[in-house]
């Protein structure tokens, strides 16, 4: 997954499936008309894999936007099909930077987030939870120095 000059974009995000060999067996671009990057990917013991990164589209592929860049997880089957998309944010920066399956199916993240409430806006440790069973999506945010 890589952040590539798209022709009216700030940068979406493809992911591919190759064979063995390297060869394409498919292609896929998410992204809408601002930057949209991955940083992560998992693979689910149920087939299919999830991506988390961030967002700063509101259009195109991505179904909303709540302030500068928002958590972005989403779901696809092994095909490609994106089954779900799930975004996360306030009026400041919130981004995933990495995450994992639970041994339940439940997908965890770590990132990170500008907290209003420090006064400064620094950035601050964002940890989330995704459940599919209980579709809720949790986030905390760390407050640091």
């Known amino acids: 997954m890589i952040p590539p000059e798209v022709p009216g974009s700030e940068g979406d995000v493809i992911i591919l499936k190759l064979d063995p060999t390297g060869s394409l067996i498919w292609e896929k671009t998410v992204g809408g008309s601002q930057r949209d ?3 992560s990917v998992d693979f689910l013991n149920s087939g299919g894999f999830v991506i988390g990164g961030f967002s700063e589209s509101g259009d195109g592929a991505i179904d909303q936007n709540n302030g500068s860049s928002d958590t972005l ?3 696809f089957s092994t095909d490609g099909i994106e089954l779900w998309q799930k975004t996360y944010g306030g009026s400041l920066s919130e981004n ?7 041994g339940s199916g439940g997908i965890f993240g770590v990132g990170s987030m500008q907290n209003p409430l420090s006064g400064n806006n620094d ?4 940890l989330m939870r995704y459940d599919e069973a209980e579709p809720i ?3 905390h945010g760390i407050l640091t120095d």
């Open 37 to 39: 990057y991955a940083y």
């Open 73 to 75: 997880l989403m779901k």
């Open 96 to 102: 995933i930077h990495s995450i994992g399956i639970s």
């Open 123 to 126: 950035l601050d440790i964002l």
């Open 137 to 139: 999506l949790v986030i």
